[in-house]
């Protein structure tokens, strides 16, 4: 029997994922329909991304689930009219880029590289960084990334404490939960990493007392969601001189306008939400195992808690 897969997520994408998607759920045993014709009234599953033209969800009848294509799924789990299961992306090409673009600026000011560059001018200053194993470094998520970056950090002798809602066990890290462990996780925090996803609990998590929280000098790096952050209150902090930097690659409005100050401020550093790249072939083989999952069914991979929001 055929499977009938809708495609509904930007146009420009289809061109990137046809033959991935094709190839990936003939490998997975899948007799498969692929469309992107949202007016199909038989579809099995949907492949989606926000910004599809599918917003309504209810004349999809025969439809078991959809498969959202990117891991924050924020701008589809208010849609009152999706009520079959939400699957969010979590791929291995996603969670090593993320792993490579979290070491990376960890390292780059633990090491302080940013003051190297800038000050080629002749003059031989001396001033080594600590050891790893001095400069402590927090991971707000311990998701499938957040989990992932800390147990790389620690490898490479950073002491990590990560911090999520409920109580988590991951080796080589110190796991806190809860709204103490919070504050604990914080207040040691050299550098901070932010992993969680957007919720009404997470929105500005990171505000005025929190950010004063932080040791002084501390490092904020955001991959994670740019409304964790009160912008106005970073902008502060960082002009107090109680931070020493924060390198942001998501942002509340994306792309990121140009008459924002994150741009033209000297403590900040801009990445164009480039941390982790959903990638077609390695998200396509996880699009096909659910679909296989589906059919068996079997329990789906990453199913998303619409309570909790992710």
Not at 128 to 142: E, F, H, K
Not at 194 to 214: C, G, I
Request: with cysteine; charged share 20%; aromatic share 6%.
């Amino acid at each position: 029997m055929t499977t009938n897969v809708l495609f509904a997520a930007n146009g420009a994408l289809w061109n990137d994922y046809r033959e991935p998607l094709r190839t990936a759920l003939s490998d997975a045993g899948i007799d498969a329909h692929l469309a992107t014709d949202i007016s199909a009234p038989e579809v099995d599953y949907i492949v989606y991304s926000p910004g599809s033209d599918v917003q309504d969800f209810t004349p999809f009848t025969r439809c078991k689930a959809v498969l959202n294509l990117w891991a924050g799924v924020e701008n589809i789990t208010g849609n009152d009219t999706l009520t079959m299961p939400l699957a969010r992306m979590v791929d291995d090409g996603l969670t090593r880029g993320m792993v490579e673009w979290v070491t990376g600026h960890v390292l780059r000011h633990h090491l302080g590289l940013d003051a190297h560059i800038l000050h080629q001018d002749g003059e031989w200053r001396h001033d080594p960084p600590p050891l790893a194993t001095d400069r402590p470094v927090t991971i707000l998520g311990l998701g499938a990334l957040g989990r992932a970056c800390g147990e790389a950090l620690a490898q490479l002798g950073f002491p990590v404490t990560g911090w999520s809602r409920g109580p988590k066990d991951v080796p080589g890290l110190t796991c806190l939960h809860g709204g103490d462990g919070l504050s604990a996780a914080l207040e040691r925090a050299g550098i901070l990493v932010l992993l969680l996803p957007h919720t009404h609990e997470t929105a500005n998590l990171m505000n005025d007392a929190r950010l004063a929280s932080l040791p002084r000098g501390s490092v904020i790096l955001n991959p994670g969601r740019g409304a964790l952050i009160d912008d106005d209150a970073l902008l502060a902090a960082l002009d107090a001189g109680h931070l020493g930097h924060a390198t942001l690659d998501t942002f509340r409005t994306e792309p990121l306008p140009p008459e924002h100050p994150f741009w033209a401020h000297p403590q900040v550093t801009v990445t164009p939400h480039i941390a982790s790249e959903t990638r077609p072939a390695s998200a396509a083989r996880v699009i096909a195992e659910n679909v296989r999952r589906g059919e068996a069914g079997e329990p789906l991979l990453h199913l998303v808690d619409r309570d909790r929001g992710y």
